[in-house]
């Protein structure tokens, strides 16, 4: 029986915004430069790529988690904006990796500066949540942030996230979902 060949980009859809599920090519394209990712992505990709928190060593730990298949959706999201012509690469979600026996996966995002305070990250992590929860070993999406980031902290309560308590890391806070009954 012959397979057929899958599109190599793992793609969702919001309102605004298409997002790109990582690849290792992706990746490299993005640590080869804007040039390199651009070409990769089909994008334009700003002067000041790439967002906070995501500099090459975030990467290339990506990279590594992404040498596994199994990986693949439970890594970094390109978010893509479909109001410009070409599109225009604006932020990151990123999932720290693939659901643990627990049932819980943990996301972070970061926007460039340029598309702050527009609601892209609420709608961006709005769609990877449920996403996440359509995998029946998916049971809470989890984040963490310092307390003093409002606009993160605000992201997440407009996605459902309740604050649970300090987080894995010492000044941090954490915020959880849980799968919503019948999903």
Known sequence: MTRRPR??????????M?????TPELVSADLG???????????????????????STSMRVALEQLSDPNEHGWS????????????????????????????????SYSVLKQYRVQGYATE?????VVWAFSHQNVAEVTAETMPHL???IRVMEKNGFDY???G????????????????
Request: net charge positive; proline share 8%.
């Open 7 to 16: 599109h190599p980009l793992r793609i969702l859809e919001s309102r605004r």
């Open 18 to 22: 298409t997002l790109v599920a990582a």
């Open 33 to 55: 430069g804007r040039g390199q990712f651009s070409d990769a992505i089909g994008a334009e990709i700003p002067e000041n790529w790439p967002p906070e928190l995501f500099e």
């Open 76 to 107: 970094i999201w390109y978010l893509l904006s479909r109001k410009h012509d070409p599109p225009r690469v604006m932020g990151i979600c990123d999932f720290k990796g693939k659901p643990g026996e627990t049932g819980v996966v943990e996301i």
């Open 124 to 128: 961006a992590v709005a769609r990877l």
């Open 150 to 152: 409002r606009q993160s």
């Open 164 to 166: 649970v308590g300090i």
């Open 168 to 183: 894995s890391e010492q000044g941090v806070v954490r915020y959880a979902v849980k799968k919503p009954a019948g999903l």
